[in-house]
């Protein structure tokens, strides 16, 4: 038997999965990491942390299921995006923390750039909303406030990387500086349409091009790791939700899935021309084989499943995750208690930097279930807005919804989500969407499957939640939602 491995480093965990050639799971392995929060808005790991914990799940994962290093035939790679880690060439030693793609400390910078009128050149070139969200501005941010680090940029000494980068460099001893167009064309810097750094934008933000790695296909070789003192070669990388895109066989145009993680990604695929948004969404590049360069058009939530977290964490209202379904069952509604969970700002269609989370509705009789089901019910509602700017740009009406991700194991959720869009939500039977597109984007480039067409024969549907809700009740609910929404806008100075 042959395999692949597939690692899935995200947000707060390090993921490694182990998929066999007729794309069962073979084993599993995760670990969560620190989370840092240096001030209000900020968000930090430390790259150390993120290396060494996918590091620990890639051997545990062979070490339990006794696999050997030698019947691996490829590694995929798929990452949290638009995380910005910066570190020495010589040492390898991190220079700051990775800055997470959640942190909005560079929202000034971004402004500055909309100031300078260079807004409109970004969504052109970039397909992408100026926002802090992406990596451009952080990369600035470091070369702006560690000490040399301009200086070793400019030589080629400190080098850039999101966190595919950051991996495939460490896990290949230093030989490959690389990333692929699906990281790439998320950094703010980069130019969808001719596929290469945008200097104007390199300029503006006086980012040295020495510091950029090479930006390559999806699937194909790039380097080997050494495991077990085998060289086991890392053949597949793309961004979580574009790696999600591919592993749902999201290969034509208008199929889309939606992803229920940190935050919450939907992704509906438009071919090879990348189509322009008049509702906030992203234009982006989507994962692809044998040459070709695909789009999408993608919606993004900033704060999905990371509310949950949070009600675990700091509120201490539920002690594990799963702890979320039992109580938002116990309720019969909310109570009329909204919960907008704009921690880090609000994404699509809004894109405002400065929102805030709020709860609103509370009353005398607001029990811990009524808050509990609103945080779970606020991934849902944000879906909506998703599905809802998809239709208006692409055209798209969806027939049924394609979930995948953490969350979309909360059953309480994954219904709740198709009463309020009015149209079935289809969870995978392999659940692990994003970790199985890039080992597909691995295995094809190893002659592990032959094309997209002998995937799309693997992929079948699991669990159907059917919507149950009155339309009429769905609109009331979603009105509400919008008035909660109202409330969080531009809260932060």
């Known amino acids: 038997m ?30 969560e990491f620190a989370q840092i929060y240096p001030k209000e808005g900020w968000v930090e790991h430390d790259p150390m942390d993120i290396f060494t914990s996918q590091y620990s799940v890639l051997l545990d994962v062979i070490a339990k299921t006794g696999v050997s290093p030698k019947e691996i035939l490829a590694i995929g790679i798929a990452n949290q995006r638009e995380t910005v880690i910066m570190w020495d060439k010589t040492s390898g030693e991190p220079i700051y923390n990775a800055i997470v793609w959640q942190c909005r400390r560079t929202a000034g910078i971004v402004e500055k750039l909309v100031a300078d009128g260079l807004g409109g050149y970004i969504r052109e070139k970039t397909g992408l909303v100026p926002d802090a969200y992406f990596s451009g501005t952080k990369i600035k941010w470091i070369l702006d406030h560690v000490d040399g680090a301009r200086e070793k940029a400019v030589r080629g000494q400190a080098l850039f990387g999101t966190v595919d980068t950051w991996l495939i460099w460490r896990l290949t001893a230093g030989r490959a500086h690389v990333t692929d167009y699906t990281n790439a064309s998320r950094t703010m810097i980069y130019d969808i349409r001719k596929l ?62 939606s992803t229920y993680g940190t935050g919450c990604f939907l992704l509906t695929n438009t071919g090879g021309t990348p189509a322009e948004s008049r509702n906030g969404l992203l234009t982006t590049v989507a994962a692809s084989v044998g040459g070709e360069i695909n789009y999408a058009l993608e919606g993004s939530v900033f704060t999905g ?18 702890d979320t379904e039992y109580f ?12 907008v969970p704009a921690f880090t700002g609000l994404g699509v269609p809004y894109w405002d930097m400065r929102a805030r989370g709020c709860i609103i509705g509370i009353t005398r009789g607001t029990k ?11 991934i849902a509602y944000q879906t909506c807005g998703l599905v809802d700017a998809i239709k208006k740009d692409a055209g798209i009406s969806l027939s049924a919804l394609k979930a995948d991700g953490g969350a979309s194991r909360n059953k309480f959720l994954m219904q709740f989500q198709a009463d309020l869009l009015g149209i079935p939500v289809v969870c995978p039977t392999v659940s ?36 149950q809700m009155d339309g009429e009740d769905a609109a009331k609910l979603l009105a509400g939602w919008d008035k909660a929404v109202g409330r969080s806008l531009g809260w932060a100075e």
């Open 368 to 378: 811990r279930e009524h808050i509990v089901r609103a945080a779970v019910e606020s």
């Open 196 to 257: 290469e750094w945008d200097k104007t934008l390199l300029e503006a933000l006086d980012i040295p091009a020495a510091c950029l790695p090479e930006v390559i296909p999806s699937s194909g070789v790039c380097g080997y790791a050494a495991v077990g003192g085998v060289k086991i070669p890392v053949a597949g990388i793309a961004g979580d939700q574009q790696a999600a895109l591919f592993g749902q066989c999201c290969f034509e145009p208008g199929e889309s899935k």
């Open 305 to 322: 499943g990371a509310v949950v977290q949070w009600l675990r964490d700091e509120l201490h209202l539920i002690d594990e995750s799963a």
């Open 328 to 339: 938002a069952a116990k309720a019969a509604s909310t109570g009329g208690v909204y919960l």
């Open 432 to 467: 692990e969407s994003t970790a199985l597109g890039a080992a597909y984007l691995a295995g094809l480039a190893a002659g592990m499957w032959s094309g997209t067409k002998e995937l799309t024969k693997f992929w079948k549907p699991g669990h159907v939640y059917a919507p």
């Open 2 to 31: 042959k395999y692949i491995l597939a690692l899935d480093q995200g947000t707060t965990s390090s993921r490694a999965v182990l998929f066999d050639e007729n794309q069962n799971i073979a084993g599993i392995s995760q670990r």
